[in-house]
């Protein structure tokens, strides 16, 4: 006994080395650690599946199986450690041997609801496999996979949804419960913090439906419930990839998708697994065409975003004829040859329709925003420059002028605070009298918007530039007339039933402004007229509209990029955030290069990697191919010194021997490659091993990327450039005749690596 106890103190430090390596994530260096303690005390299972999670983590899943399955010798009845021998079976594709390891689990301990959970996510699964599989004859089923992450986001912020969070709420809804035979849809969205695909069930989302759509009876504390629940929801990206083995799947975005990091990695990574299609719905291209009403930072990046989407996207669908004429127009300055497959889908829908079911309008709901019995002109719109409020003021400040307080109803403004608002904002301030005729309200119900568009005596909506236009439409859906600004696709969105005047034209607004607030009699006219020509359509018929037309959409984007993607010769691709202000092709290619999830978001100075291999794809030019080129990679060091390997791969072969450098900490390093390849698929692998951690909190990283450069031998111009464009390179020509890059000359016919 005394023994034994000498023996196991003298091998606990092997054991808490292994858990601090393991808490930091450094999975290889704490399995080595666990091995030479379970070399020690073979007899302690709890360890061998400390061993068995590390062996997981690092990509040896049946490695960890294996040691699992030594702990369940010494353990037999742990219910955990067969719900870990199912996730490890379920990770390898053993599903049924998964299922009979939970059932197990819950054998061991009936109160164990992850394997409850598990075992009932994975019953479906191969119950839906099963079926698919008994229907061999018939092709494969078409499934609509919509993901809502936009959306989610959204809801965690804001508690009354926008236009574009109305529009996914409503078609995925009909979706759902309407046109669920012809589409099967998915709902997912991605989780950030688990770096996965989560699939969002379908009483999840139906109540995220309610919840957005209620008024006041709903606490703020349900709706924190429902996102706690998309948090904690179990049905995780390897349940995902169960459901959707087997189908024929289109992914559907109707929100927003470049504020998410790597999106389009992820799209490449669903697109590989599972052959799916990527149909986005594009509302807008507001940053290109009205750059001036918008921040910087989101011109920057939704230039980078919309430059990768060209080549992303099998099909697409937007809201006007208007926005698919100018989304056509930039891809073709992008890439003239290329065909972009875009529908216009009217967003028609009778909102009032669409109300009736929870908002029971009421003159009781806005009192408090109005002194009693005041009439008033409803202006619905984010508080922006775009929105153009300034002139709207302009006119309203004149018409008091001229005709007083007691004849002038009062302006009702509705909407979030936007971007470049201040001079309206100062404007407003600076006029005391006005003010009090004007109304600034930042959020409403749904029964509260009911009763503001029922009860004004006509809307206005002055607008520089929109995608579509739906406070038209929701104008008309309440009957009421509706006074808008003739440009863009507001003229679709307000058709014969609308009132124009000039777009910025302040004297006409006014004229209009006057002519329907002082005269009854034309405003009653003309509101009736607008009634009567209103083309709305039920929010199930526009639903339906966009199902067809998605589930129409064939794959082009493997074509388009088979076709089109090339690397640049000869000039430097930077892996990092890009200023520029206008799309182009060299814009997509920090996105479009780098290939498969393990890279981290871009940043300012470019990009990290993840610890482990990441892979950056150069499909040559014809120019390129069998010719002899010079490959530049300059890198960035971490806050440790980190050794990597660097291979040059054609075809999943290695041109050479790998070639391994150690990165000094916050170095930057820059390496050169003479090479040659005889086709055109052509890569670059940089593996940085564990990697390590940026701090407390942060990520793990591999090591930093910069900037690449793929030029002829010959293209010393391109060389010149890029040695002299980097300080750490300017500083070694200016002490040395040359840059002492450390070159690697790899030619084609060496043995694969």
Same mark, same amino acid.
């Given at each position: ?140 089923? $078409? ?59 379908? $009483? ?322 003309? $509101? ?81 990697? $993840? ?143």
């Amino acid at each position: 006994m005394a023994g034994s106890e000498s023996l196991a103190e003298a091998a606990a430090p092997l054991r808490a080395k292994g858990d601090r390596l393991r808490d930091s994530k450094r999975w290889a260096e704490a399995a080595v650690s666990y091995a030479s303690y379970l070399d020690e005390i073979p007899d302690d299972w709890p360890i061998w599946v400390q061993h068995g999670h590390c062996l997981k983590e690092q990509g040896d899943t049946k490695g960890g199986l294996a040691s699992y399955h030594r702990a369940l010798e010494l353990a037999p009845a742990d219910s955990d450690l067969h719900l870990q021998i199912g996730h490890a079976l379920k990770l390898l594709g053993h599903t049924d041997e998964a299922l009979a390891a939970y059932r197990q689990a819950l054998f061991c301990d009936a109160g164990n609801e992850n394997a409850r959970r598990e075992i009932e996510a994975l019953e479906i699964a191969l119950t839906s496999a099963e079926a698919e599989h008994t229907s061999k004859a018939q092709s494969r089923a $078409t499934r609509l996979m919509f993901d809502i992450s936009d959306l989610v986001q959204y809801m965690r912020e804001w508690r009354v949804p926008s236009g574009i969070q109305r529009i996914q709420l409503n078609i995925i809804y009909f979706t759902l419960t309407d046109f669920a035979t012809a589409a099967k849809p998915l709902i997912v969205c991605f989780h950030q913090g688990r770096n996965e695909w989560i699939q969002v069930d379908e $009483t999840c989302f139906l109540a995220l439906h309610k919840a957005a759509e209620s008024g006041d009876e709903i606490l703020e504390e349900d709706l924190l419930h429902i996102l706690r629940e998309l948090d904690n929801a179990d049905l995780r990206e390897e349940y995902l990839d169960l459901e959707l083995r087997g189908s024929d799947v289109i992914l559907v975005n109707l929100g927003t998708s470049w504020w998410v990091e790597n999106y389009f990695l992820k799209i490449r990574d669903l697109r590989k697994k599972h052959g799916i299609r990527y149909v986005p719905m594009i509302h807008d291209v507001i940053p290109l065409t009205t750059p001036e009403h918008c921040s910087q930072r989101l011109v920057e990046e939704f230039c980078q975003w919309f430059s990768t989407l060209a080549f992303e996207v099998d099909g697409a669908v937007t809201n006007s004829h208007w926005s698919a004429l100018d989304v056509r127009h930039y891809v073709s300055e992008l890439m003239p040859e290329a065909v972009f497959p875009i529908q216009p889908i009217a967003l028609n829908g009778d909102m009032r329709r669409d109300f009736s079911t929870r908002a029971v309008s009421s003159k009781d709901i806005i009192a408090h925003l109005l002194p009693p019995g005041a009439s008033f002109v409803l202006s619905v719109g984010t508080l922006e420059s775009r929105k153009n409020h300034l002139l709207l003021f302009k006119a309203w400040e004149r018409l008091l002028e001229k005709h007083g307080a007691a004849e002038l109803p009062i302006l009702v403004c509705l909407g979030k605070a936007g971007w470049l608002f201040d001079e309206a904002a100062e404007f407003l301030r600076a006029r005391t009298a006005l003010s009090t005729r004007v109304i600034l309200v930042s959020n409403v119900t749904d029964q509260c918007l009911a009763a503001l568009y029922e009860e004004g005596l006509f809307t206005i909506f002055n607008s520089f530039y929109e995608g579509w236009g739906l406070p038209v439409t929701e104008s008309l859906s309440f009957g009421a007339l509706p006074l808008i600004a003739c440009n863009t696709s507001l003229t679709e969105a307000g058709g014969r039933s609308a009132v124009y005047f000039r777009s910025d034209d302040l004297d006409d607004l006014y004229g209009k402004l006057e002519a329907l607030i002082l005269n009854p009699h034309e405003r009653k006219r003309l $509101t009736g007229h607008a009634r009567a020509n209103a083309r709305l359509r039920d929010w199930k018929d526009v639903s339906g509209d966009f199902v067809a037309k998605i589930l129409s959409v064939t794959a082009s984007a493997d074509t388009r990029q088979e076709r089109l993607l090339r690397v640049p010769m000869g000039r430097s691709v930077h892996f990092g955030k890009s200023n520029a202000l206008t799309p182009s092709i060299d814009l997509a290619m920090a996105n479009l290069l780098r290939d498969g999830l393990n890279w981290h978001r871009l940043e300012e100075w470019g990009t990290w990697t $993840t610890p482990g291999i990441a892979t950056i794809r150069l499909p040559l030019p014809d120019e390129a191919i069998g010719q002899e080129l010079m490959l530049f990679l300059r890198l960035r060091g971490t806050a440790v010194d980190t050794s990597i390997t660097v291979s040059c791969r054609v075809d999943d072969h290695c041109l050479g021997s790998p070639i391994e450098r150690m990165m000094g900490h916050g170095e930057r390093h820059s390496m050169v490659f003479r090479l040659q390849a005889a086709t055109r698929q052509l890569s670059v692998t940089i593996d940085a091993g564990m990697g390590s951690s940026l701090g407390p909190g942060d990520r793990d990283v591999g090591i930093g990327v910069t900037h690449l450069m793929l030029c002829h031998a010959n293209d010393t111009a391109a060389q010149d450039h890029f040695l002299n464009n980097f300080p750490e390179l300017r500083q070694e020509i200016g002490h040395r005749a040359h840059a002492t890059l450390q070159r690697t000359d790899v030619k084609l016919g060496h043995p694969p690596c």
